[in-house]
């Protein structure tokens, strides 16, 4: 599967950001998805999960009750709506993909198979 991550931008912190990714060659149900951010001169580091149907969704503490994962699955597409961004938000965030039937931990960057290019969003203070 293919992924196309978008959204991406330059705001003011407080302000909010949706973040789309959208999955083509797949069936896109088959995956449960992640979003993971790199700020520079950091690692990779995870930000959301959402199981193939949307049941489960697990968040980082630094983003629990300012971000939220949703996905559509006949529109192929996962969103990360980001609420009440921080300076400390600012990052290349990255959707990826994990086959719901593997074994896998949804915070572990190295269990997804396929990755997004990832979309720049800057928060100024």
């Known amino acids: 599967v293919q992924l196309q991550a978008s959204g991406g931008g330059l705001v003011q912190a407080g302000d909010s950001l949706r973040l789309s990714c959208a999955a083509s060659?797949?069936?896109?149900?088959?995956?449960?998805m992640g979003w993971f951010r790199q700020a520079p001169g950091k690692e990779r580091e995870f930000v959301a999960y959402i199981s193939w149907s949307g049941g489960t969704t697990m968040y980082a503490d630094s983003v629990k009750g300012r971000f939220t994962i949703s996905r559509d699955n006949a529109k192929n597409t996962v969103y990360l709506q980001l609420n009440s961004l921080k300076p400390e938000d600012t990052a290349v965030y990255y959707c990826a993909a994990v086959p719901r039937y593997s074994s896998y931990n949804p915070i572990r960057m190295n269990d997804y198979n396929h990755w997004g290019q990832g979309t720049l969003v800057t928060v100024s203070s």
């Open positions: 060659g797949g069936i896109f149900s088959m995956y449960a």
